[in-house]
């Protein structure tokens, strides 16, 4: 048979139906399978691999350990390959060089390539992104596990040399690949070394036997897909490679080979218990006697904890070479420093390894936290405190690089996301680079860790892989086992997971069974099989049926969210929703946004115009085009305005008012385990926007889970007409913390405060000189010697606004009913609502009446939308200085009308001079109806250029809510301001909605030499409890539904700096 034909079928299915037939013995199966390439074969996950253990690197000395963070090896015992390797790609298996790995083959003509990073990120293939589509699947026309592509499955061959330090003359060598994707086979010097699979977890190789003085050659060949990527169908750009760091270490032929550091808590909570667990390997030839295991604590500080070693402990019996034993080290340290997410407090423990002789063999360290979780009457556990976690998925990404991220960035990734109030993070979906880990450490969140195994593109149809199929049994069992080993001293993980959209079946309860019996002293996660899991876990559910899942008494275990809040483009406008159900519910564990990043690549179009490119941008067919910007930060950590909202709704504070005439305030401390006396509270009373008092306290003494009251000084103020007034107050460290300076706020909550406010006096109008009105056939023009106004009779728009000397506007306003589609109006409307994208261009003018007044003149247009039977009504008023109010009515009637509309507004264009927006109303951040709770109320001001957000797929963007008014001016601060008779909803753009909404990458949008603003009542919020059906919709609650009629108002009126403070003139009733 040729193994390498095309197959028709699925391999493991046919073995399956043969074997049940009777036609094939297992043991005739099995033969099958050995004629399979390795990179073919389930049953081959790795050769002459070394056993999956912890990470770590032996050190010279103890001091030596302490000085090194865990997160850039410093050791004379490591050496790094990473740096330039020569390169040669390949499309397919048959035309790889065969004979590359030999020194003798010349290589100098092949090019240079980084490592660590994914090939295509250095211009060989392409990047292929795809959310549950295999990309085998459209080149082998169909789904045949564990068969790969034949005639295009790329092929990398790495070389490059090095040599060793004198000093590890007579100790063993280990190379260890932190992530090559998908498979690779390894040669030292000619001589195979080995071959690995399972991309996102070390693979280490013992290699002394093959090395040699001097100049050594390392060659790696690495396939892009092997049959080890049937199970790593993640949603993410599909790439490979050597991705992550290649390190070379160098340890003693009597080794530690692996530990397990536990550090927990007595019954109390108060008293710590460690406990090690050290594996000792024997690697020369019949080394007698017992090995000795010293361990030493030391704290942050570096001072020794207890006795120094602090345990001690023998190997149970002598060590014939190749064995391995253990050595079971105990000690209780006295009430130590907690670690959990909001104290994350640190230890290091250094073991040293001794020989019989009492001769240092080995020393290595590890950073350990005594904490104790539990789940117990459905609530989770941290210490004794109930804790909730408050989470986003993560994605290895980077903008530049690929799969590959450096140190800089997941440290920015960390400190991002506790600035921000996040505290747990699910790796999402597999084991990620091990600094992640150390980082999650250091700076304090909870992990969920994920094996690296994810089937959607098969499980999610009517098959199952890997199900309860044998032949991948030993890949499932592995992928489990080697994240647990690697990650198990890491004491910001609290729970596994089994992986993501695998199906169900006995491959993973027997994962399962061996995840419980490596590490009992965490919790199970598996979204697809709740049975066998400790908690109930959903993505994406709609909030009522998560409600009878929390109130449901027959659900004995608490309930998580892996994933919620799909934060495609403009979105996430579901946080108050599920965070007032968490806060409810003790029994809602934990909440996970999808996602933290958007994963777009940093790409030049032919003009050199940069954009973020995803799926299809390069030539990669099928694809799934932007479904990969999920994120509240976009692709370089810049975070997104949803971040903004994140931040309040997962803050661990809450702030009410209790007596605020008399400055009386509650503070809630929903922290589990820290006081807010770190904490300095400040608080300014402000009119609309001016600061009129402000304060601190210093003495914020209230204990976790308490609640405090405060008195603050607020002297009742001289109340002005129209005025509102607020009490900000806000809680902000009063000292550095590792992750953001002293001063950084943290929590914050506005109050209004219940003065009773006359209403605003009406606009003092003046003595301008009469109004001349002039009707033609296509106008009508009201004007004086100070300005012009013309109105069209043919669609009703205000086309023309003078006023002294200068142009107001450039383009006419008119109604608008249309918004850019967002990602989510895509998915959750797709062509619903389109009768409304052209009603506004498209309506019809019935009549237009002029009515004079002595001081006033009122322009009425009536019309029709093409909407049903769908009418509205515009009516200009138009006073003497030039002032303008515009009340626009809406009906929406009619049979076979949209359910709902986009938009209710007006829009019009001004000159690119008008460069600089003012506002008072919500900010500084863009918001939308569903997501500006706890965005502030305030006085805001900057260049319209930087108030509009470019999403990476244009869409709707840059709007303010609640709205009082906005003002738009020039450098020398002329202009207009427009005030609402009550709110409006306002945004503004250097490019016109068309523009916007046929764009699809940043870089096709244009600068025009005018701003579109939008002066809307209201529009529907951005949802997203999913971006893929007609959840994706906003909230009931936050659409605009045409059973209703709508009405709003506003004025506007010229403006230069001699008429005064835009404030004053905000402050102002239109005169009826």
Same mark, same amino acid.
């Given at each position: 048979?040729?193994?390498?034909?095309?197959?028709?079928?699925?391999?493991?299915?046919?073995?399956?139906?043969?074997?049940?037939?009777?036609?094939?013995?297992?043991?005739?199966?099995?033969?099958?399978?050995?004629?399979?390439?390795?990179?073919?074969?389930?049953?081959?996950?790795?050769?002459?691999?070394?056993?999956?253990?912890?990470?770590?690197?032996?050190?010279?000395?103890?001091?030596?350990?302490?000085?090194?963070?865990?997160?850039?090896?410093?050791?004379?015992?490591?050496?790094?390959?990473?740096?330039?390797?020569?390169?040669?790609?390949?499309?397919?298996?048959?035309?790889?060089?065969?004979?590359?790995?030999?020194?003798?083959?010349?290589?100098?003509?092949?090019?240079?390539?980084?490592?660590?990073?994914?090939?295509?990120?250095?211009?060989?293939?392409?990047?292929?992104?795809?959310?549950?589509?295999?990309?085998?699947?459209?080149?082998?026309?169909?789904?045949?596990?564990?068969?790969?592509?034949?005639?295009?499955?790329?092929?990398?061959?790495?070389?490059?040399?090095?040599?060793?330090?004198?000093?590890?003359?007579?100790?063993?060598?280990?190379?260890?690949?932190?992530?090559?994707?998908?498979?690779?086979?390894?040669?030292?010097?000619?001589?195979?070394?080995?071959?690995?699979?399972?991309?996102?977890?070390?693979?280490?190789?013992?290699?002394?036997?093959?090395?040699?003085?001097?100049?050594?050659?390392?060659?790696?060949?690495?396939?892009?897909?092997?049959?080890?990527?049937?199970?790593?169908?993640?949603?993410?750009?599909?790439?490979?490679?050597?991705?992550?760091?290649?390190?070379?270490?160098?340890?003693?032929?009597?080794?530690?080979?692996?530990?397990?550091?536990?550090?927990?808590?007595?019954?109390?909570?108060?008293?710590?218990?460690?406990?090690?667990?050290?594996?000792?390997?024997?690697?020369?030839?019949?080394?007698?006697?017992?090995?000795?295991?010293?361990?030493?604590?030391?704290?942050?500080?570096?001072?020794?904890?207890?006795?120094?070693?602090?345990?001690?402990?023998?190997?149970?019996?002598?060590?014939?070479?190749?064995?391995?034993?253990?050595?079971?080290?105990?000690?209780?340290?006295?009430?130590?420093?907690?670690?959990?997410?909001?104290?994350?407090?640190?230890?290091?423990?250094?073991?040293?390894?001794?020989?019989?002789?009492?001769?240092?063999?080995?020393?290595?360290?590890?950073?350990?936290?005594?904490?104790?979780?539990?789940?117990?009457?459905?609530?989770?556990?941290?210490?004794?405190?109930?804790?909730?976690?408050?989470?986003?998925?993560?994605?290895?990404?980077?903008?530049?690089?690929?799969?590959?991220?450096?140190?800089?960035?997941?440290?920015?990734?960390?400190?991002?996301?506790?600035?921000?109030?996040?505290?747990?993070?699910?790796?999402?979906?597999?084991?990620?680079?091990?600094?992640?880990?150390?980082?999650?450490?250091?700076?304090?969140?909870?992990?969920?860790?994920?094996?690296?195994?994810?089937?959607?593109?098969?499980?999610?149809?009517?098959? +199952?892989?890997?199900?309860?199929?044998?032949?991948?049994?030993?890949?499932?069992?592995?992928?489990?086992?080697?994240?647990?080993?690697?990650?198990?001293?890491?004491?910001?993980?609290?729970?596994?997971?089994?992986?993501?959209?695998?199906?169900?079946?006995?491959?993973?309860?027997?994962?399962?069974?061996?995840?419980?019996?490596?590490?009992?002293?965490?919790?199970?996660?598996?979204?697809?099989?709740?049975?066998?899991?400790?908690?109930?876990?959903?993505?994406?559910?709609?909030?009522?049926?998560?409600?009878?899942?929390?109130?449901?008494?027959?659900?004995?275990?608490?309930?998580?969210?892996?994933?919620?809040?799909?934060?495609?483009?403009?979105?996430?406008?579901?946080?108050?929703?599920? +965070?007032?159900?968490?806060?409810?519910?003790?029994?809602?564990?934990?909440?996970?946004?999808?996602?933290?990043?958007?994963?777009?690549?940093?790409?030049?179009?032919?003009?050199?115009?940069?954009?973020?490119?995803?799926?299809?941008?390069?030539?990669?067919?099928?694809?799934?085009?932007?479904?990969?910007?999920?994120?509240?930060?976009?692709?370089?950590?810049?975070?997104?305005?949803?971040?903004?909202?994140?931040?309040?709704?997962?803050?661990?504070?809450?702030?009410?008012?209790?007596?605020?005439?008399?400055?009386?305030?509650?503070?809630?401390?929903?922290?589990?385990?820290?006081?807010?006396?770190?904490?300095?509270?400040?608080?300014?009373?402000?009119?609309?926007?001016?600061?009129?008092?402000?304060?601190?306290?210093?003495?914020?003494?209230?204990?976790?889970?308490?609640?405090?009251?405060?008195?603050?000084?607020?002297?009742?103020?001289?109340?002005?007409?129209?005025?509102?007034?607020?009490?900000?107050?806000?809680?902000?460290?009063?000292?550095?913390?590792?992750?953001?300076?002293?001063?950084?706020? +943290?929590?914050?909550?506005?109050?209004?405060?219940?003065?009773?406010?006359?209403?605003?006096?009406?606009?003092?109008?003046?003595?301008?000189?009469?109004?001349?009105?002039?009707?033609?056939?296509?106008?009508?023009?009201?004007?004086?010697?100070?300005?012009?106004?013309?109105?069209?009779?043919?669609?009703?728009?205000?086309?023309?606004?003078?006023?002294?000397?200068?142009?107001?506007?450039?383009?006419?306003?008119?109604?608008?009913?249309?918004?850019?589609?967002?990602?989510?109006?895509?998915?959750?409307?797709?062509?619903?609502?389109?009768?409304?994208?052209?009603?506004?261009?498209?309506?019809?003018?019935?009549?237009?009446?002029?009515?004079?007044?002595?001081?006033?003149?009122?322009?009425?247009?009536?019309?029709?939308?093409?909407?049903?039977?769908?009418?509205?009504?515009?009516?200009?008023?138009?006073?003497?200085?030039?002032?303008?109010?515009?009340?626009?009515?809406?009906?929406?009637?009619?049979?076979?009308?949209?359910?709902?509309?986009?938009?209710?507004?007006?829009?019009?264009?001004?000159?690119?001079?008008?460069?600089?927006?003012?506002?008072?109303?919500?900010?500084?951040?863009?918001?939308?109806?569903?997501?500006?709770?706890?965005?502030?109320?305030?006085?805001?001001?900057?260049?319209?250029?930087?108030?509009?957000?470019?999403?990476?797929?244009?869409?709707?963007?840059?709007?303010?809510?609640?709205?009082?008014?906005?003002?738009?001016?020039?450098?020398?601060?002329?202009?207009?301001?427009?005030?609402?008779?009550?709110?409006?909803?306002?945004?503004?753009?250097?490019?016109?909605?068309?523009?916007?909404?046929?764009?699809?990458?940043?870089?096709?949008?244009?600068?025009?030499?005018?701003?579109?603003?939008?002066?809307?009542?209201?529009?529907?919020?951005?949802?997203?409890?999913?971006?893929?059906?007609?959840?994706?919709?906003?909230?009931?609650?936050?659409?605009?539904?045409?059973?209703?009629?709508?009405?709003?108002?506003?004025?506007?009126?010229?403006?230069?700096?001699?008429?005064?403070?835009?404030?004053?003139?905000?402050?102002?009733?239109?005169?009826?």
């Amino acid at each position: 048979m040729n193994v390498y034909m095309k197959p028709r079928f699925s391999l493991s299915a046919f073995l399956s139906i043969i074997i049940v037939a009777g036609f094939m013995s297992p043991v005739q199966a099995q033969f099958f399978l050995s004629e399979l390439p390795d990179w073919e074969n389930p049953k081959v996950i790795g050769i002459n691999k070394e056993p999956a253990h912890a990470n770590f690197i032996p050190y010279a000395s103890i001091d030596q350990a302490l000085a090194d963070s865990g997160l850039t090896y410093n050791s004379p015992y490591h050496l790094s390959l990473d740096g330039q390797w020569k390169f040669k790609w390949s499309e397919n298996p048959d035309s790889r060089p065969t004979d590359f790995f030999n020194p003798e083959v010349s290589v100098n003509g092949w090019d240079d390539i980084t490592v660590p990073s994914p090939w295509q990120m250095q211009g060989y293939g392409k990047p292929i992104y795809l959310n549950s589509q295999y990309p085998m699947e459209s080149l082998m026309d169909g789904l045949f596990p564990p068969r790969v592509p034949r005639e295009y499955n790329p092929v990398g061959s790495y070389r490059r040399t090095f040599s060793l330090p004198n000093d590890w003359d007579g100790r063993q060598v280990l190379i260890q690949f932190e992530g090559v994707k998908s498979g690779f086979y390894l040669w030292v010097n000619g001589e195979k070394v080995g071959y690995s699979e399972g991309s996102m977890t070390p693979a280490e190789f013992n290699i002394t036997p093959h090395l040699k003085d001097g100049e050594n050659t390392l060659a790696v060949e690495v396939y892009r897909w092997t049959d080890g990527a049937w199970l790593e169908d993640q949603d993410m750009w599909r790439m490979s490679g050597i991705y992550r760091s290649v390190n070379l270490i160098s340890k003693p032929f009597v080794q530690l080979h692996d530990f397990f550091v536990k550090a927990g808590l007595d019954d109390e909570y108060t008293d710590g218990i460690l406990n090690i667990t050290a594996d000792v390997r024997n690697n020369t030839m019949g080394v007698e006697g017992a090995a000795t295991v010293e361990a030493y604590l030391f704290d942050q500080e570096g001072n020794p904890v207890g006795d120094a070693p602090i345990a001690t402990a023998q190997t149970e019996h002598s060590m014939p070479s190749g064995t391995l034993v253990q050595a079971h080290l105990e000690a209780a340290v006295d009430n130590p420093e907690k670690w959990t997410a909001e104290t994350p407090n640190l230890y290091n423990v250094v073991l040293v390894l001794k020989d019989d002789e009492g001769e240092t063999l080995e020393i290595t360290r590890s950073t350990t936290g005594f904490r104790s979780i539990e789940i117990k009457d459905k609530m989770f556990w941290v210490n004794g405190k109930e804790v909730k976690m408050k989470g986003v998925n993560l994605h290895d990404h980077d903008p530049l690089t690929g799969r590959y991220v450096s140190l800089e960035m997941m440290e920015k990734d960390v400190k991002l996301m506790k600035q921000n109030n996040l505290n747990a993070v699910r790796m999402a979906h597999y084991p990620h680079d091990r600094r992640y880990y150390e980082l999650f450490d250091k700076y304090g969140l909870y992990v969920m860790d994920e094996a690296n195994i994810e089937t959607h593109g098969i499980s999610f149809r009517k098959n +199952m892989l890997p199900g309860s199929d044998p032949l991948w049994t030993d890949a499932v069992l592995d992928r489990g086992r080697s994240m647990v080993e690697a990650h198990k001293n890491h004491p910001s993980i609290v729970i596994w997971s089994m992986g993501n959209e695998a199906g169900h079946g006995e491959n993973f309860e027997q994962m399962v069974s061996l995840v419980r019996t490596l590490d009992p002293t965490r919790y199970i996660h598996y979204q697809h099989r709740n049975r066998i899991s400790d908690m109930y876990s959903y993505m994406y559910p709609s909030l009522e049926p998560l409600k009878e899942n929390l109130y449901d008494p027959d659900i004995r275990k608490p309930i998580v969210l892996c994933e919620y809040a799909h934060s495609m483009g403009n979105s996430t406008g579901t946080m108050d929703e599920y +965070m007032e159900l968490m806060d409810k519910h003790p029994n809602f564990i934990a909440a996970f946004i999808w996602d933290w990043g958007d994963q777009g690549l940093l790409k030049e179009d032919e003009q050199g115009r940069e954009f973020w490119a995803y799926g299809g941008d390069y030539g990669d067919e099928p694809n799934d085009a932007n479904f990969n910007f999920n994120g509240i930060v976009f692709s370089d950590r810049t975070p997104q305005p949803a971040l903004a909202k994140v931040k309040y709704s997962y803050q661990f504070v809450d702030i009410s008012g209790t007596n605020l005439r008399n400055g009386e305030v509650r503070v809630d401390n929903k922290y589990s385990h820290i006081n807010l006396d770190r904490f300095e509270l400040r608080w300014a009373l402000k009119e609309d926007g001016a600061v009129l008092q402000s304060g601190s306290v210093d003495d914020l003494d209230v204990a976790p889970g308490a609640t405090g009251y405060f008195n603050l000084p607020i002297e009742a103020p001289e109340l002005e007409a129209g005025r509102e007034y607020w009490l900000d107050v806000s809680l902000h460290l009063k000292e550095d913390a590792r992750w953001a300076k002293k001063g950084f706020k +943290m929590a914050w909550e506005q109050l209004a405060m219940p003065y009773g406010v006359p209403v605003a006096e009406e606009m003092v109008v003046g003595n301008q000189a009469g109004l001349q009105v002039e009707e033609s056939g296509k106008w009508v023009t009201v004007s004086n010697e100070l300005f012009t106004i013309q109105i069209s009779k043919a669609d009703g728009s205000l086309s023309t606004y003078e006023y002294d000397g200068r142009s107001l506007i450039s383009g006419p306003l008119e109604p608008n009913f249309w918004r850019a589609t967002t990602d989510n109006d895509r998915a959750g409307w797709g062509d619903d609502l389109m009768a409304w994208q052209d009603a506004g261009a498209n309506r019809k003018v019935r009549e237009v009446e002029v009515v004079e007044a002595q001081d006033r003149v009122e322009v009425r247009v009536h019309g029709s939308l093409p909407v049903g039977e769908t009418t509205y009504q515009t009516v200009y008023t138009i006073l003497r200085n030039g002032a303008v109010q515009v009340d626009q009515q809406l009906a929406p009637t009619g049979t076979d009308i949209p359910m709902a509309i986009p938009k209710v507004g007006m829009q019009l264009q001004i000159d690119k001079d008008y460069e600089n927006m003012h506002w008072y109303g919500r900010g500084p951040e863009e918001n939308y109806a569903d997501r500006k709770i706890g965005i502030t109320v305030g006085e805001y001001s900057g260049p319209i250029d930087s108030l509009w957000v470019n999403y990476p797929y244009p869409q709707e963007n840059g709007n303010r809510e609640d709205v009082r008014w906005a003002a738009f001016t020039t450098e020398e601060g002329d202009g207009f301001i427009a005030v609402a008779s009550e709110k409006l909803s306002i945004s503004a753009w250097p490019y016109s909605l068309e523009d916007l909404e046929q764009a699809t990458h940043i870089n096709e949008l244009p600068r025009r030499d005018y701003y579109t603003v939008n002066l809307d009542y209201k529009q529907q919020g951005v949802g997203g409890l999913d971006s893929w059906s007609d959840r994706a919709r906003a909230l009931p609650a936050y659409r605009l539904p045409t059973a209703e009629s709508y009405r709003y108002s506003f004025f506007i009126q010229p403006y230069s700096e001699d008429m005064g403070d835009l404030r004053d003139l905000g402050n102002v009733q239109f005169p009826k």
